[in-house]
């Protein structure tokens, strides 16, 4: 599963600016800068969206001054500008995506990577995204392909030559991902969290048996395992956390939706205990469907990029940002 993107309160960002900064942009946060046939797009909904993007897919903090930043507002405008083309377009041609056709991209998805309705929950906590911003994000990917699929008579193919071929074009280049096994402990409060990080970290007792006994998070009957993880898509505070723990380790607390938890790098219990570490590219079965997924993704959007011109020459766009 993709991973996937996160969400942390704005408002600290708000918080660090010099009063006069702030009073200056209370004058100018309704400020409309965009408008699509007659809809409009304010500073404030911008700022909102700029600064998600950046917590979430960007992952650190938002920083207006940063130097980076320049040319991300104009990007997410675009972006926002798009999604209300697609939706007067869908409610221009009827085209509706329901609940339980989302759900059950959604439940596909999780039974695909393995993970429990518990699991898959507490790994879009680990990267901060809420079950409703995943649903919406779905629900944006089926109702682009629907709208395809009404408006665009051919089909987008993908052949199995096309596959082998960018398999061996790329193959040199191609690692076998392993992720990381995470164990995740949640308690109540903050000096209970630090006083069993000590029992565990001195032997007393192992950490999968303190979930299993003291965790009111998720996975705790599996002994706090959540399954294996790229840390690399873990939300910042939790790699953090992490960075320094070897594996069998345990971190120190950190904070996951108000409530302190522990976190480890566990072994694999599904590894063998003896088998060398993977050397050179993956075999081709095991990246077949990856390989299929992207060059199918790549037909689509070029698809989607041309209806979306289309649709933008017949509409009035005005920008003012």
């Not at 109540?188 to 007792?205: C, F, P, V, Y």
Request: aromatic share 6%; hydrophobic share 40%; net charge positive.
């Amino acid at each position: 599963m993709s991973a996937v993107f996160r969400l942390i309160i704005a408002l600290s960002v708000c918080l660090a600016l010099a009063p006069a900064s702030f009073a200056a942009q209370q004058v100018v946060v309704d400020k409309i800068v965009a408008q699509v046939n007659g809809e409009v797009i304010t500073l404030f909904e911008l700022n909102e969206k700029v600064k998600v993007y950046t917590m979430q897919v960007e992952k650190k903090a938002f920083n207006p001054s940063d130097p980076a930043m320049k040319e991300l507002p104009t990007r997410i405008l675009m972006t926002m500008v798009e999604d209300i083309l697609l939706r007067q377009e869908a409610a221009r041609l009827k085209v509706v995506v329901s609940d339980n056709e989302v759900d059950s991209r959604i439940r596909d998805m999780r039974e695909k990577g393995g993970l429990s309705e518990e699991q898959f929950n507490q790994q879009l906590r680990l990267e901060g995204m809420t079950r409703k911003e995943f649903a919406s994000a779905i629900k944006k990917d089926i109702l682009k392909k629907q709208l395809l699929g009404y408006m665009v008579q051919r089909k987008v193919v993908v052949t199995e030559e096309e596959v082998k071929g960018f398999y061996e074009g790329n193959k040199t280049g191609m690692k076998v991902e392993t992720g990381q096994r995470i164990g995740l402990i949640m308690l109540g409060k903050m000096d209970e969290a630090k006083a069993l990080r000590q029992r565990i970290a001195s032997g007393q007792i192992s950490f999968a048996d303190a979930a299993r006994k003291f965790s009111v998070g998720p996975g705790a009957a599996q002994g706090g395992d959540l399954g294996k993880v790229e840390l690399k898509d873990l939300a910042p505070e939790l790699r953090q956390a992490l960075q320094n723990v070897s594996t069998g380790g345990v971190s120190e607390p950190v904070l996951l939706d108000g409530k302190p938890v522990l976190l480890t790098i566990a072994n694999d219990p599904t590894a063998k205990a003896a088998a060398p570490a993977p050397v050179g590219p993956p075999p081709y079965e095991s990246v077949r469907d990856e390989i299929f997924e992207r060059i199918y993704k790549e037909k689509l959007e070029k698809q989607f990029a041309d209806y979306m011109e289309k649709l933008r020459s017949k509409s009035v766009i005005k920008i003012n940002l």
